[in-house]
């Protein structure tokens, strides 16, 4: 089996990320130039890339302009989004569904640009808390609508696969802003909505 020098052409793309990734391997005792795992420093370099390429994203670009005005304004309501992130205190995935619902102030927005900003703050590394509130701020920000609501159900592999081993647990989180927040009977046709 052939033996690579780290400055070997084995490494394409991202150099660093592939060099520390097959020193990753290394590290847990695994030989990284068996054949198995000869690629395992690019691909895994490409899946990071992936997942957190929301930090070279923006919120405006995403937006790209889809904002109409319109008179409409009842509670629109998009949900059972999925979406995919990677914990930040051990760089393991949680995943699940994301519900937004929001009160237009003369102006909506496409509906793919909701699933789209969910992904650009997903994929970074994250806590769920967190992504919840950065989620209802940029749409805040966007639409200034009357209210704003979003919801994430999630499960966590941090907590499902090592640590306390929980596999059925799931993390609910919120954030309710306007009209949702000041308004008890907005705020439950939102949840019975999106139930």
């Known amino acids: 089996m052939k033996q690579y020098d780290l400055d070997d052409d084995l490494f394409q793309g991202n150099n ?3 060099r520390l990734y097959h020193g990753v391997i290394e590290e847990i005792g695994e030989d990284p130039t068996r054949q198995g795992l000869l690629k395992t420093p690019y691909r895994s370099a490409k899946a990071l890339q992936f997942l957190t390429q929301g930090y070279t994203q923006k919120v405006d ?3 790209n302009g889809a904002i109409f005005d319109e008179e409409f304004d009842d509670m629109v309501i998009v949900k059972d989004i999925e979406f995919y992130s990677l914990c930040e205190h051990h760089i393991l995935p949680f995943f699940g569904k994301c519900h937004v619902g929001y009160i237009p102030n003369k102006r909506i927005v496409g509906l793919s640009k909701v699933p789209r900003v969910i ?6 590394l994250q806590v769920q808390e967190r992504l919840t509130h950065q989620i209802a701020q940029a749409i805040n920000e966007v639409l200034q609508p009357q209210g704003i609501a979003v919801v ?3 499960q966590h592999m941090c907590m499902m696969i090592r640590g306390v081993e929980k596999e059925r647990s799931s993390t609910f989180t919120n954030v309710m802003l306007g009209t949702f927040r000041e308004e008890d009977s907005t705020r439950a046709e939102f949840f019975h909505s999106i139930k």
């Open 119 to 124: 992904d650009m703050f997903a994929r970074r």
């Open 16 to 18: 660093k990320l592939e």
């Open 61 to 63: 670009e995403i937006v």
């Open 152 to 154: 994430m159900e999630a």
